[in-house]
């Protein structure tokens, strides 16, 4: 049989629509683009622009910042009052944030002093504590005195000089605050738990200003059984609550001294909401003599 002559294959003459296609595709994808563009936020532009400029330190003789051109007929001004609240708000979070490292280096200092006295660490007797208000360095009241007494037990004033050796090198206030468990104490020299607690936190603050410790940055202060930190239903409660708490202000606003010393006694992390319970006895160093 004669072979079949095999057909030749056609041209095909449509093959420009693919790159006609792939075109417009392209195109519709531009005119997206523009869209977009063109509906940008030019307030948030102008912010985003100005950080990188302040982040890169770009100079005018060696970058130029491209606007937009809506950006430059037409700016968005912030009001003032804006203006100002930005900047209040960039000042307070740089002070907070220079206050917190202050606050980390303080605690690593304290620790380091503390560690011939490793073992107060380790069993709970000796705890240094971050907080919103600062730092607090929370001392029990057997490592400082002997039970329903105010004067400082002789091993004890080595803890405290440890702390006062830190504390001496800054300028942050203060707050030296005593605590008791709810056992009512009722004696010739401590009629309550009030007089009992106030008076061993004047005790420490004589110390520290013994050792160093500049006199202005120190306040006493007796809460009594109000602030406790533990049930006072058991025995390891009570000893716990029974305590001396050096507080450190971060934030001098905090200072006791200061012309509403209620209002900062108030903030501490174990308030009650009772109000007949936030008056505290507050003892200025220059009346303690």
């Known amino acids: 049989m004669a072979r079949k ?13 693919v790159s006609y296609a792939d075109f417009i595709t392209l195109l519709l994808a531009l005119f997206v683009v523009m869209y977009a563009a063109s509906q940008l936020n030019e307030s948030k532009y102008q912010r985003v622009a100005g950080s990188l400029v302040s982040a890169f330190g770009a ?7 491209i606007m937009p051109e809506s950006a430059l007929l037409s700016p968005v001004q912030e009001s003032p009052e804006e203006d100002r609240a930005i900047k209040k708000a960039r ?18 200092d304290i620790m380091a002093a503390f ?19 600062g730092l607090a360095v929370e001392i029990n009241a057997k490592v400082l005195f002997a039970p329903g007494q105010a004067v400082l037990e002789q091993n004890s004033v080595r803890v405290l000089e440890a702390v006062a050796q830190v504390l001496k090198d800054n300028d942050y206030p203060i707050q030296v605050e005593g605590h008791t468990d709810s ?24 110390l520290l200003i013994g050792s160093g410790v500049e006199a202005g940055r120190l306040t006493a202060v007796g809460y009594g059984e109000n602030r406790p930190v533990d049930s006072n239903d058991t ?21 006791p001294l200061s012309d509403n010393p209620k209002d900062a006694s108030q903030e501490t992390e174990s308030a009650t909401a009772a109000d007949s319970e936030r008056t505290a006895c507050l003892f200025r160093p220059e009346k303690l003599a």
């Open 183 to 206: 056992i009512p104490i009722v004696t010739d020299k401590f009629p309550s738990n009030w007089e009992l607690s106030a008076v061993r936190a004047s005790s420490v603050v004589r």
């Open 115 to 133: 560690q011939p006295f490793s073992s107060l660490i380790e069993n709970g007797q000796v705890r240094v504590i971050p907080s919103s208000r």
């Open 5 to 17: 002559r095999k057909l030749e294959e056609r041209e095909n003459h449509e093959r420009w629509l």
């Open 235 to 255: 025995e390891d409660g009570r000893t716990r609550n029974r305590r001396v708490t050096v507080m450190i202000l971060s934030n001098p606003e905090h200072n």
């Open 91 to 108: 000042r307070l979070a740089e002070a907070q944030r220079r206050q917190q490292e202050a606050m980390e280096v303080i605690a690593r």
């Open 59 to 65: 100079q005018s003789d060696r970058s130029v910042l």
